[in-house]
């Protein structure tokens, strides 16, 4: 794993482990924030082996909280970390694209309207209209977790977007995209990435990295925004 991989790891594992019930094993980070929501889980920070002893303790935070015992890792870690996975009967589940963005070259600022949103409430009331039914209860936590910023676009003066920002050891990751179903079309993800792009380079942060489902719309406005694929994020889940 090259230092730039390394760096992207250690800083969504970091940020991973904000807020909620958070605890280590080696380099996977684990956090709980509530019952049956998806952000359950552990991400592997690059930074050592992972050991059979590892998981079983991982698995042991798991079955205490009562969540499935489901890891992220970058892709050039597979190597190394497959085989105690394999062992404890873990499959891969989910794969999405990485991007980073070198914030040196930061594309047009957005002609919508974007502003920060001060009511966490009420920015995961309107990304949940887009991430659809059921949606609510994790953009409440994620709303809530400490240190990010939060973005809504408006089209017409209405609200008709949302996305988040948080910075972690000069990376900012971006995330919580959502655009109102009857606003879809006119520039709301491309007007949240270039606001958050502009908004991370004020804050100092040097790359910015966001994850994308492969072959999907928001990858399109991601790749157009000047991102480029870097790597992958594996999901892996215990069912032995």
Same mark, same amino acid.
């Given at each position: 794993?090259?230092?730039?991989?390394?760096?992207l790891?250690?800083?969504?594992?970091?940020?991973?482990g904000?807020?909620?019930?958070?605890?280590?094993?080696?380099?996977?980070?684990?956090a709980?924030?509530?019952?049956?929501?998806?952000?359950?889980?552990?991400?592997?920070?690059?930074?050592?082996?992972?050991?059979?002893?590892?998981?079983l303790?991982?698995?042991?935070?798991?079955a205490?909280?009562?969540?499935?015992?489901?890891?992220?890792?970058?892709?050039?870690?597979?190597?190394?970390?497959?085989? *105690?996975? #394999?062992?404890?009967?873990y !499959?891969?589940?989910?794969?999405?694209? @990485?991007? %980073?963005?070198? /914030?040196?070259?930061?594309?047009?600022?957005?002609?919508?309207?974007v502003?920060?949103?001060?009511?966490?409430?009420?920015?995961?009331?309107?990304?949940a209209?887009?991430?659809?039914?059921?949606?609510?209860a994790?953009?409440?936590?994620?709303?809530?977790? *400490?240190? #990010?910023?939060?973005?809504? !676009?408006?089209?017409?003066?209405?609200? @008709?977007? %949302?996305a988040? /920002?948080?910075?972690?050891?000069?990376?900012?990751?971006l995330?919580?995209?959502?655009?109102?179903?009857?606003?879809?079309?006119?520039?709301?993800?491309?007007?949240?990435?270039?606001?958050r792009?502009?908004?991370?380079?004020?804050?100092?942060?040097?790359?910015?990295?966001?994850?994308?489902?492969?072959?999907?719309?928001s990858?399109?406005?991601?790749?157009?925004?000047?991102?480029?694929?870097?790597?992958?994020?594996?999901?892996?889940?215990?069912?032995?």
């Amino acid at each position: 794993m090259n230092d730039f991989i390394r760096q992207l790891a250690r800083a969504e594992a970091a940020a991973h482990g904000r807020g909620g019930t958070r605890a280590e094993f080696g380099p996977l980070v684990a956090a709980h924030h509530g019952p049956g929501l998806p952000l359950n889980s552990a991400w592997h920070d690059g930074s050592a082996s992972l050991t059979e002893a590892d998981l079983l303790d991982f698995e042991a935070f798991s079955a205490a909280h009562d969540m499935p015992a489901t890891l992220h890792l970058l892709s050039p870690a597979v190597n190394e970390v497959l085989p *105690p996975l #394999t062992a404890r009967g873990y !499959a891969l589940t989910y794969v999405l694209h @990485a991007y %980073t963005h070198d /914030l040196r070259d930061l594309p047009p600022a957005p002609t919508l309207d974007v502003r920060r949103s001060d009511d966490p409430d009420d920015w995961a009331a309107l990304s949940a209209q887009g991430f659809g039914p059921g949606s609510e209860a994790v953009m409440r936590v994620v709303a809530h977790l *400490p240190g #990010t910023g939060l973005y809504q !676009a408006h089209v017409d003066g209405q609200p @008709a977007g %949302t996305a988040a /920002l948080g910075l972690t050891a000069g990376v900012a990751a971006l995330f919580g995209t959502s655009t109102v179903p009857d606003r879809r079309g006119l520039g709301v993800q491309t007007a949240l990435l270039a606001a958050r792009l502009h908004a991370a380079h004020t804050q100092g942060a040097a790359l910015a990295s966001v994850f994308a489902t492969p072959g999907s719309a928001s990858e399109r406005n991601i790749r157009r925004a000047g991102f480029r694929l870097t790597t992958l994020r594996l999901t892996f889940t215990r069912t032995g």
